[in-house]
C-alpha cells in the first residue's frame, strides 16, 4: 500500500459544476496537507495547505482535511475550463525543511465547456 | 522575480552517458529540492540542498548526484543512463524553515534517454 493514494482519473466535469478531488493516506503522523495544480508540460504550483485537521477557503478552492479518517479533499466551485490539469495532493510530518513532502500521483482533471 | 528556472527545458541523452541539469532558485530562497516525476505518477524526491549540502535524500542509486553553489543555484546530474531515468525532473526552492508550505516548482526539465 502506498503511503498516499490518489485515484488518477481522468475526471470529466461539465463547465460550472462542483469539482472533488481527494486523497487517502497511511501515516497519521502527517500535519501538513497541500494541494499543487499542474498544467501540462509545467512544473506544480502549490494551491494552498492546510495544517492539522479542518478546511481551509481560497476563491473558488476549498480544502478540507478528516484525520480521524485519514482523508483530504480539494473542493472547486464554479469549475472553468481553465482549471482543467492534473491535481496533486502532497503531505508532510512538518513544514521546515528537515521534512520532505510525500506526494499523491495526481487526479486529471478535464472541465469541458 | 523570474521565479524558479531551470535548464535545459528539454534534452535527448544515449543510454550511459551522463547529463547535467541546473537549477536556478526563486530570490530570497536558500533550499532546493529534485525530484523525478514519471509520466502519469507524481513527484518522486530525489534529494535537498541547503547550504551547499545535501541534507536529505530519497532511494536514488548513487549515480544521482547534485551541489548547490554559494549563490543558492544547483545542479543534477545523472550517470550512466538508463532508459528508466527518462522522465520530468522538477526542482523545487523554498526558504529553509517553509520548504513545504512556500515551495516554488520550476517547469522542469524533460529529459528522454535513447
Known amino acids: 500500500q502506498k503511503e498516499v493514494e490518489q485515484d488518477p482519473g481522468p475526471l470529466s466535469v461539465p463547465e460550472g459544476a462542483i469539482v472533488s478531488l481527494n486523497c487517502t493516506y497511511s501515516?497519521?503522523?502527517?500535519?501538513?496537507f497541500m494541494w499543487y495544480r499542474q498544467y501540462s508540460r509545467k512544473g506544480p504550483e502549490l494551491l494552498m495547505y492546510t495544517y492539522s485537521s479542518g478546511n481551509k477557503e481560497d476563491g473558488r478552492f476549498t480544502a478540507q482535511v478528516d484525520k480521524s479518517s485519514k482523508y483530504i479533499s480539494l473542493f472547486i466551485r464554479d469549475s472553468q475550463p481553465s482549471d482543467s490539469a492534473t491535481y496533486l495532493c502532497?503531505?508532510?510530518?512538518?513544514?521546515?525543511?528537515?521534512?520532505?513532502?510525500?506526494f499523491g500521483r495526481g487526479t486529471s482533471l478535464i472541465v469541458h465547456p | 522575480d523570474a521565479g524558479v528556472t531551470q535548464s535545459p527545458t528539454h534534452l535527448i541523452k544515449t543510454r550511459g552517458q551522463q547529463v547535467t541539469l541546473r537549477c536556478s532558485p526563486k530570490?530570497?530562497?536558500?533550499?532546493v529540492s529534485w525530484y523525478q516525476q514519471a509520466l502519469g505518477q507524481g513527484p518522486q524526491f530525489i534529494f535537498q540542498?541547503?547550504?551547499?549540502?545535501?541534507?536529505q535524500r530519497g532511494n536514488f542509486p548513487d549515480r544521482f548526484s547534485g551541489h548547490q553553489f554559494p549563490n543558492y543555484s544547483s545542479e543534477l546530474n545523472v550517470n550512466a543512463l538508463l532508459l528508466g531515468d527518462s522522465a520530468l525532473y522538477l526542482c523545487?526552492?523554498?526558504?529553509?524553515?517553509?520548504?513545504?508550505?512556500?515551495?516554488?516548482f520550476g517547469q522542469g526539465t524533460r529529459l528522454t534517454v535513447v
Open positions: 530570490s530570497g530562497h536558500d533550499t
Open positions: 540542498y541547503y547550504e551547499e549540502e545535501e541534507r
Open positions: 501515516n497519521s503522523a502527517f500535519q501538513y
Open positions: 502532497a503531505m508532510s510530518l512538518a513544514a521546515g525543511g528537515s521534512y520532505i513532502p510525500t
Open positions: 523545487a526552492s523554498s526558504p529553509w524553515a517553509d520548504s513545504n508550505t512556500e515551495a516554488f
